[in-house]
């Protein structure tokens, strides 16, 4: 059964692959979208939350990723460059909502919102509570600001904690370590 | 869906607290008759399955406030692993949650397989059938062992433990390692399944049902098990599709849904099997999924050995030399396949741009795994849905209007593995 998406508030495409739909929204609209495919679409179910970083998406230099636009960069040991450098990405953030009907014609789809550095987006606890940890766990980890979350603080990392681990910025390596016996 | 009726109408409306879901918050005129008491449960206590830290606010022997904090095994697997090329990753996820290793491990092939757009072969999809049931199994054992432990049912610890290690003795027959084994491959499996396996496994299969009623006979009389379980944590089935509860929790409120049946992955299709649905929401229902879903995962499991030993001799691993390892013995002789094998162990190979979200149905619920590839050989992101993550925030659900004594059975029933909640 296909499902049509028509409709949705703040829809701007819907993109396909893998065997998966890609709902890319308007960031400022999210909750709008989220209660139509909770209410017409019935979609009951929040399965995961989670954001992420473009920083430095099909250019070198970046954790996770060593290659060039030239293709493989024999001066890098250990590298493999890409087939093709991939698409540019709109903004710097993406945050997904993977959504799953439970019911006796299940669904799942994506919803995308992107985000640039600093830009706010509104909380989706009041559609699903279940988005409480999940938000809250995506502020820890990338620092985005979910507008009316209730208690919005960090949930993996200590309170006192500086920056957030998952950016692509963050470095490896770089925490300080208190050795025992130091004073 | 079909959501069983309930006898008894325990619920009016939600219970879940507001305005975060996740905490109960003291009344305001409460807290000021100074008959709050505040103490902190956890990290370090030993009914907290790991480092679980409840500040918990008590009105007399009564629950009035609750929040947990989580966090404090936070290891950065995430991070980790985008630093990692996609096929050492594959070690990863089975180190997430210690207790069920290899359904971690299988989502992340899975989705790693769907990026790749590769096809594996039927043996390696039955066999992974078969070891992700039997992980079932182990989990469930697991659980049931520590809960009945905390509850004071200490003799099933050991009856548990001692099933369990005839359980991982099949996993050390097959993978060489009792956990962590990364026997699963994108493309299928690493080695062969050894032919002692396939006897091995039916003599498991005709102890194992045998253990289980042992275990019920123990329990299923015992009134303080009963008294401490029945009527315990409640959940109704509403609240927990809304709190994202996935796995035993949520078939024990009553939902029928389990991924295996509802959206089969694997030959879930092809094997003959029921899903326990109970629906009282309680602790006690909760104990009741898991044992008789160890039942069918046995059934499976049986089918699955008698399904495999008919494909003696067929491949198990897909036949793609840019993504699977060359077979050993062609080291020595083929130029190729030493190039192939060194370039795929320092390199890694390339998983094609996009991105994924593949989920299994882990014995604790929705295990799911996102991936993001930019077309190199490292994964951009990887994200796991943790279900003991989010069975967590259930906690101050189900607490409401509970006892102190009550909380060690609930946060038990609830079945977090804090690995896996805080990654």
Redesign the interface.
Known sequence: MTVTYDGVPGLVETVGGHGETTLVVDAARIVEACSFLRDERRFNFLSDLTPTDYLGWASRGVAGHIGSHGGRDMHAPGSQGFARVPDPKPKRFAVNYHLLRISDDPERVRVQAWLDDGEEIDTVIPVWPTADWFEREAWDMFGIVFRGHPNLVRILMEDDWEGHPLRKDYPIGGEPVRFSGEE | ?SVIERSIKVYEGSR?PS?????LKVDQEKHSLDDILTINFGPNHPSTHGVLRLIVDLDGEMVAGLSAV??YL?T?F??TM??KTWWKCITYPERIDYVSFQANELAFVLAME??L?IEVPRKATWMRMCLAELTRIHSHLVWLGTSALELGAISMFWYTFDDRDATLDLFEMVCGTRMHTRYFQAGGLAEDIPEGFYDQAREWCKKMPKAIDEYEAILDRNAIWLKRTKGIGLLSADDA????QSGPVLRASG?N?DLRK??PYLAYGEVDFDVPVFPEGDVYARYRVHMEEMRESVRIVAQCIERLAEMRGEPWIADDRKVVLPPREELHTSMESLIHHFKIV???Y?V??????E?VESPRG?F?V?L?S????????V?F?APS??A??ATATCMTDAAIADMIAIVGSLDGVMGEV??
Request: glycine share 14%.
């Open positions: 869906m879940i305005p975060i879901p996740t905490a989580i966090g936070h950065g995430e991070k985008e630093q769907k990026l757009e599709i809304a709190l994202g939902v849904w509802s959206m320092t390199e890694g390339l094609p741009e996009g991105e994924v979200y989920c929705e799911g996102y993001a930019d077309g190199g050989p490292k994964p951009w992101r994200k849905r993550f989010v967590l925030q805080d990654r």
